[in-house]
C-alpha cells in the first residue's frame, strides 16, 4: 500500500484542510505540479486556480487565490491568501461578484477604476464558480 502525504492549507484566517491523500495537484506559478509522497522537497509561488487532492476513489476540489506551497517528502503546505472546498462555495455569492467585476471593467476605460484590481476579482469569481461545479456548493 502506498504511503499518503499530509495535506495543509492554511489560509489567513483559519486552518481550512489537513488530511493524508493520495495526491494533490495544485496550479502554480510556472504551472500546474502534482506531488506524491516522497516527492522531492521544493517551495512554489501560488497562481489564483484550482487545487485537487485524491485520497482513494474521491477526489475533491478547492479554489486557492494565490500564495505559496511548500513540499516536503511527506507533507505539502498550502499557505493561501484565500481559500475554499468546493463543497462550501456559494454559488450565488461568486455569480454576483463576477457581475460586479464585469461592470467594474466594462467602466475601466470611462472612469479611473484599477483595471488590475477588476480583472482578478473576475479571476477569482470565475474559479470558484469552476470549481464549485466540480465539488458541489452551497446554492
Do not use: W
Request: aromatic share 6%; charged share 30%; with cysteine.
Amino acid at each position: 500500500m502506498a504511503k499518503k502525504i499530509k495535506l495543509e492549507v492554511v489560509t489567513p484566517d483559519k486552518l481550512l484542510l489537513s488530511k493524508e491523500v493520495d495526491v494533490v495537484v495544485c496550479t502554480g506559478t510556472e504551472g500546474e505540479f502534482g506531488v506524491l509522497y516522497g516527492h522531492v522537497p521544493f517551495l512554489a509561488t501560488l497562481a489564483v486556480g484550482e487545487m485537487r487532492f485524491r485520497d482513494g476513489n474521491q477526489t475533491d476540489y478547492a479554489a486557492i487565490a494565490g500564495g505559496f506551497a511548500e513540499v516536503t517528502g511527506e507533507r505539502v503546505t498550502v499557505l493561501a491568501e484565500a481559500a475554499e472546498l468546493a463543497r462550501e462555495i456559494d454559488t450565488d455569492r461568486a455569480k454576483s461578484a463576477r457581475e460586479r467585476a464585469e461592470k467594474r471593467l466594462a467602466q475601466a476605460q470611462a472612469e479611473e477604476i484599477d483595471f488590475a484590481r477588476a480583472e482578478a476579482a473576475m479571476k477569482r469569481a470565475m474559479l470558484r464558480m469552476r470549481v464549485a461545479d466540480r465539488g458541489g456548493s452551497l446554492a
